[in-house]
T-cell receptor, first 117, second 117 residues
């Protein structure tokens, strides 16, 4: 069975600190996709990144970076020089891959990030 | 661009009442989904559809019914609402990419807040 675990329920940092959100997943599929979503206080889900299981390159987008390690089944998300606007709930999610891919997502429990000024 | 639109956005129901949540997408997507979000549990899949006229159960389907009579619409019904169905409901849609590793881009609606008293 597929599973996503975000062990950090809440994280509180002071502005400009770096913060890493952990995500560990379980799947028997050899082809799969990993996602990160942001949910700001307004409630909508904002897509951040999608990574497929055959692409282990780390990715950087501005202050955001992602570290994908198949050996440890982890897909961690780092925010560099955090800002108050980064305060949100962040979700990691997993989707099956291959020809039968229906796009169903398995979400982690979410990590609430509070960035204090 | 409307994307994925959910109606209503807020609703208060009494136990035993029925209601229907409507999801509409204007991207000609084949796949549509209904998720519910509860504190500390992330989002969980209720039902999904892989095309017009098809529906399938997700992780937490009990107490809900769905219909997809038109490709652009996916309806979620509560026949007899219970307090346990108090939640935030998200609809999503995605297309099917025929390239093997390209994956699905999944678009979410803004959410519907439902309270059952």
């Amino acid at each position: 069975a597929q599973k996503v675990t975000q062990a950090q329920t809440e994280i509180s940092v002071v502005e400009k600190e770096d913060v890493t959100l952990d995500c560990v997943y379980e799947t028997r599929d050899t082809t799969y996709y990993l996602f990160w979503y942001k949910q700001p206080p307004s409630g909508e889900l904002v897509f951040l990144i999608r990574r497929n299981s055959f692409d282990e390159q780390n990715e950087i987008s501005g202050r955001y970076s992602w570290n994908f390690q198949k050996s440890t089944s982890s897909f961690n998300f780092t925010i560099t020089a955090s800002q108050v606007v980064d305060s949100a709930v962040y979700f990691c999610a997993l989707s099956e891959g291959g020809s039968g891919n229906t796009g169903k997502l398995i979400f982690g429990q979410g990590t609430t990030l509070q960035v204090k000024p | 661009n409307a994307g994925v639109t959910q109606t209503p956005k807020f609703r208060v129901l009494k136990t035993g009442q029925s209601m229907t949540l409507l999801c509409a997408q204007d991207m000609n997507h084949e796949y549509m989904y209904w998720y519910r979000q509860d504190p500390g549990m992330g989002l969980r899949l209720i039902h999904y559809s892989v095309g017009e006229g098809t529906t399938a159960k997700g992780e937490v389907p009990d107490g809900y019914n769905v219909s997809r009579l038109k490709k652009q619409n996916f309806l979620l019904g509560l026949e007899s609402a219970a307090p346990s169905q108090t939640s935030v409901y998200f609809c999503a849609s995605s297309s099917y990419f025929r390239q093997r590793f390209s994956g699905n881009t999944i678009y979410f609606g803004e959410g519907s807040w439902l309270t059952v008293v």
